[in-house]
Structures are given as structure tokens and as C-alpha cells.
């Protein structure tokens, strides 16, 4: 395989970073891996919220993990926003930026004077981009805009689960991570119009509407009268008919996705039990008394046996994959979508790669996730700052 350069789509492009959790980060770090110089301002000190969390208490010779995986190939500067020489300096960061990316409370960034209207009239170019749980404005715009609640407050969580075991909860931060692609698709999308028209603007993305763009499907199918409800059964959701769904095999799960009954029954032999359900237009409207009618048969074979039969019957169908297992298949150590990288502190990391190919080059690791203010001397000297005035403001605690 040739080697390719270093991805530099966005090569030249600055982007000024005042992000926490994990939208923010992820979608900087989207950006930073096709080639923006993205700069991250914390507090001094501590350093961002996520350096001191850690999901499963990962922390990796005392790293966060979840600082890890989501603040790659950026710069870190730390100032103190409120003092008047950090919000100075960071006034002049964001004359230099092309894109300034916050997604803090709504408020927060006018009441340190760095909204976005005093900032356009700093640098009229600049593309504003925030991200918040439920908006700028709106009765819920002070709640927390974090990926379980909103989960939550979406239907997302109560179109899981079954009727008698209620909702359940994503396995992963779902909310965040399409929020994260959603908030970076809109800044491109920003900066062609720019490049176009010379015009910067506001881009807003609201947790509550990623949240249901990730559930068009079944929300489309709400807005237009079907009446939607959690099965009995453990299918797989509210509006698919069966087979589709797990079954427990004789020693684990198996997927199968969208085939009619009539060819399960007749892998199965066409048994007795199941012809009163080979009629298509009772799939949905009896799905539960049907999966309840299939459920013993899966029990008696192997997930690799049931794999080899289905398949070589043309029917969808996959293993249900621990993560264990998910990293030893054939198909996922072919993309291989796992980056390794050596960290000073936190030693061997591995971490996932930027999830889009380029024909112009490759999402490399130009840098590792940085230290709090790694970058301050280096960034504020850019700026014509000299090294007293920074030595300067690092006694005094405003970098």
C-alpha cells in the first residue's frame, strides 16, 4: 500500500476552541485530523473538565482516556478568562481565527465579552459555531445539554427496551458523537460559503435536533400517524417487523435483519408451529406472539452454525459481537481502525482514526493529545507577545 501525505484539507484553516465534554472536543478534533490548526483555551491549572474524567475510571498512567480519545492533532493554551489580559489575549486569538467553536451554557461566552456579536466585530470573517443542549434561547436553555438527558427528553430512550423492562440506555454517548459530526459538517459547509462570498456566519447545533436526526426513521413514521410502541419482546424497536432482531443461540446471540418468515420457516423445514405466521401482513401488527413462536428454534443451534445455514440461504444475518469479538473480525482488522500512538505520561494508547478517506492524503497523528498550556508560549509569541509579558502573566496566574 503507497503511503500517503498528510491530510491537509483544511491546512491554513484556524480554528479558536473554547469546548468541553465531548461534542466540542470531537468535533475539533474531526477538523484538527484533515489538517486545521486547532488551538484549545483552558483554564490554567486544571485544564479542561475532561482531563480530571474518565469513563470505566480509565486513566492511563494517571492520562484521562476520554481526554485522550477525542483531542488529537490540536494546540492547548491555557488563559484566565477572567482576568483582563487573558480575555485580551484571547480577543486577539479570535482576530486570527477563522473559526471559533464553543459549545459552554448559552451566556457564557457573552458574559466574558467573547459572544459572537463583539467578536464579528473584531473579525467580520469569522464563522461562530456553538453547540448547546436545547438552543440559545427557549426554557431549557440553562438546563445541562448532556447526552443522557437528552436521550431522555428526545423518545430516544423510550424507543428502546420492552414493555415489561422499560427503556434502556445507549450504549455509547450517541447524542454527542452525531452532534460532534453534525457541528463539523455545518462549519464546512461555512467555510466553502466563505471561501465563495467572503461572508462569515453563525452556525448553531442544537443537541435536541441531533438527537432526533439520529431517530428520522421512526420519528418520520410518528409525525405520519403510525402509533409506535415498545414490543413485548425484545425486537429490535418499535417499527420493524419481525424476524428482525437478536435471538439467543446455543451459546450466544444472533442479528438477523430483514427477511420474511416464510424463508425462516422453510430453513427451519417449514415446522408445524410456525405456519400460521408465514403470511408477510401479520409481520408487524403480531410480531411479539411470532417472535415468542421462534425463539426456541435459534436456542438449538450455535451462532456459527446458524450463520452458515441462513447465509447459505440468502438470509441478513451476523453474530452479536462482544467488543472483544468485534476487534478479532476479519472485516474490522481490514479497515483497521485502531491508531496506536506513544504518549510521554500515559505510555502505549490506542484510540480510533479519523473515520473518512481521503484520496488527497491521510488523517494522520501530527499531535498527540496535549498537556494543559503545552502550547501557550508558543501560541501568544505568534501573537507578537514578548517573553516577559508572558512570564509575566504566568506569575500572575492569567495563563
Same mark, same amino acid.
Given at each position: 500500500?503507497?503511503?500517503?501525505?498528510?491530510?491537509?484539507?483544511?491546512?491554513?484553516?484556524?480554528?479558536?476552541?473554547?469546548?468541553?465534554?465531548?461534542?466540542?472536543?470531537?468535533?475539533?478534533?474531526?477538523?484538527?485530523?484533515?489538517?486545521?490548526?486547532?488551538?484549545?483555551?483552558?483554564?490554567?491549572?486544571?485544564?479542561?473538565?475532561?482531563?480530571?474524567?474518565?469513563?470505566?475510571?480509565?486513566?492511563?498512567?494517571?492520562?484521562?482516556?476520554?481526554?485522550?480519545?477525542?483531542?488529537? *492533532?490540536?494546540?492547548?493554551? $491555557?488563559? *484566565?478568562?477572567?482576568?483582563?489580559?487573558?480575555?485580551?489575549?484571547?480577543?486577539?486569538?479570535?482576530? @486570527?481565527?477563522?473559526?471559533?467553536?464553543? *459549545?459552554?451554557?448559552?451566556?457564557?461566552?457573552?458574559?466574558?465579552?467573547?459572544?459572537?456579536?463583539?467578536?464579528?466585530?473584531?473579525?467580520?470573517?469569522?464563522?461562530?459555531?456553538?453547540?448547546?443542549?436545547?438552543?440559545?434561547?427557549?426554557?431549557?436553555?440553562?438546563?445541562?445539554?448532556?447526552?443522557?438527558?437528552?436521550?431522555?427528553?428526545?423518545?430516544?430512550?423510550?424507543?428502546?427496551?420492552?414493555?415489561?423492562?422499560?427503556?434502556?440506555?445507549?450504549?455509547?454517548?450517541?447524542?454527542?458523537?452525531?452532534?460532534?459530526?453534525?457541528?463539523?459538517?455545518?462549519?464546512?459547509?461555512?467555510?466553502?460559503?466563505?471561501?465563495?462570498?467572503?461572508?462569515?456566519?453563525?452556525?448553531?447545533?442544537?443537541?435536541?435536533?441531533?438527537?432526533?436526526?439520529?431517530?428520522?426513521?421512526?420519528?418520520?413514521?410518528?409525525?405520519?400517524?403510525?402509533?409506535?410502541?415498545?414490543?413485548? #419482546?425484545?425486537?429490535?424497536?418499535?417499527?420493524?417487523?419481525?424476524?428482525?432482531?437478536?435471538?439467543?443461540?446455543?451459546?450466544?446471540?444472533?442479528?438477523?435483519?430483514?427477511?420474511?418468515?416464510?424463508?425462516?420457516?422453510?430453513?427451519?423445514?417449514?415446522?408445524?408451529?410456525?405456519?400460521?405466521?408465514?403470511?408477510?401482513?401479520?409481520?408487524?401488527?403480531?410480531?411479539?406472539?411470532?417472535?415468542?413462536?421462534?425463539?426456541?428454534?435459534?436456542?438449538?443451534? $450455535?451462532?456459527?452454525?446458524?450463520?452458515?445455514?441462513?447465509?447459505?440461504?440468502?438470509?441478513?444475518?451476523?453474530?452479536? *459481537?462482544?467488543?472483544?469479538?468485534?476487534?478479532?473480525?476479519?472485516?474490522?482488522?481490514?479497515?483497521?481502525?485502531?491508531?496506536?500512538?506513544?504518549?510521554?505520561?500515559?505510555?502505549?494508547?490506542?484510540?480510533?482514526?479519523?473515520?473518512?478517506?481521503?484520496?488527497?492524503?491521510?488523517?494522520?497523528?501530527?499531535?498527540?493529545?496535549?498537556?494543559?498550556?503545552?502550547? @501557550?508560549?508558543?501560541?501568544? #509569541?505568534?501573537?507578537?507577545?514578548?517573553?516577559?509579558?508572558?512570564?509575566?502573566?504566568?506569575?500572575?496566574?492569567?495563563?
Amino acid at each position: 500500500m503507497t503511503e500517503q501525505k498528510s491530510l491537509s484539507l483544511l491546512a491554513g484553516v484556524r480554528i479558536l476552541a473554547f469546548t468541553q465534554f465531548l461534542l466540542g472536543p470531537a468535533a475539533c478534533q474531526y477538523l484538527a485530523d484533515m489538517g486545521a490548526d486547532v488551538i484549545k483555551v483552558e483554564p490554567p491549572g486544571r485544564g479542561a473538565w475532561e482531563r480530571s474524567w474518565a469513563g470505566a475510571d480509565l486513566f492511563i498512567n494517571g492520562v484521562s482516556a476520554f481526554f485522550l480519545l477525542a483531542n488529537r *492533532n490540536l494546540r492547548s493554551v $491555557t488563559l *484566565n478568562l477572567k482576568s483582563a489580559r487573558g480575555v485580551e489575549a484571547a480577543r486577539k486569538l479570535a482576530e @486570527t481565527a477563522d473559526v471559533i467553536i464553543e *459549545n459552554y451554557r448559552p451566556g457564557v461566552m457573552d458574559r466574558l465579552g467573547l459572544g459572537y456579536e463583539k467578536v464579528r466585530g473584531l473579525n467580520p470573517r469569522v464563522i461562530y459555531a456553538s453547540g448547546s443542549g436545547y438552543g440559545s434561547d427557549g426554557p431549557y436553555s440553562q438546563l445541562p445539554g448532556q447526552d443522557l438527558l437528552i436521550q431522555a427528553i428526545s423518545g430516544l430512550g423510550a424507543n428502546t427496551g420492552t414493555e415489561s423492562g422499560g427503556p434502556t440506555v445507549s450504549p455509547a454517548a450517541i447524542v454527542d458523537q452525531h452532534s460532534a459530526s453534525l457541528l463539523a459538517m455545518g462549519i464546512l459547509g461555512a467555510l466553502v460559503h466563505r471561501e465563495r462570498t467572503g461572508e462569515g456566519q453563525r452556525v448553531e447545533l442544537i443537541m435536541m435536533n441531533a438527537a432526533l436526526d439520529i431517530q428520522t426513521e421512526p420519528v418520520v413514521y410518528h409525525l405520519n400517524g403510525a402509533k409506535l410502541r415498545r414490543p413485548r #419482546t425484545p425486537v429490535a424497536d418499535t417499527f420493524h417487523s419481525v424476524p428482525y432482531g437478536f435471538y439467543a443461540t446455543a451459546d450466544g446471540y444472533l442479528a438477523i435483519s430483514m427477511a420474511p418468515i416464510s424463508a425462516i420457516s422453510e430453513v427451519l423445514g417449514r415446522p408445524a408451529a410456525l405456519k400460521p405466521y408465514e403470511d408477510p401482513a401479520i409481520a408487524y401488527t403480531r410480531r411479539d406472539e411470532i417472535r415468542e413462536a421462534l425463539d426456541p428454534y435459534f436456542r438449538k443451534r $450455535t451462532t456459527a452454525e446458524w450463520l452458515e445455514l441462513l447465509r447459505a440461504h440468502d438470509i441478513w444475518c451476523a453474530p452479536v *459481537n462482544s467488543l472483544e469479538e468485534t476487534f478479532d473480525d476479519v472485516a474490522v482488522k481490514h479497515i483497521a481502525p485502531v491508531l496506536e500512538f506513544d504518549h510521554p505520561r500515559a505510555g502505549l494508547v490506542r484510540v480510533l482514526k479519523h473515520p473518512v478517506r481521503y484520496s488527497s492524503g491521510e488523517a494522520t497523528l501530527r499531535r498527540l493529545p496535549p498537556d494543559a498550556g503545552e502550547h @501557550t508560549t508558543e501560541v501568544l #509569541t505568534e501573537l507578537g507577545y514578548t517573553a516577559e509579558q508572558i512570564e509575566e502573566m504566568r506569575t500572575a496566574s492569567e495563563i
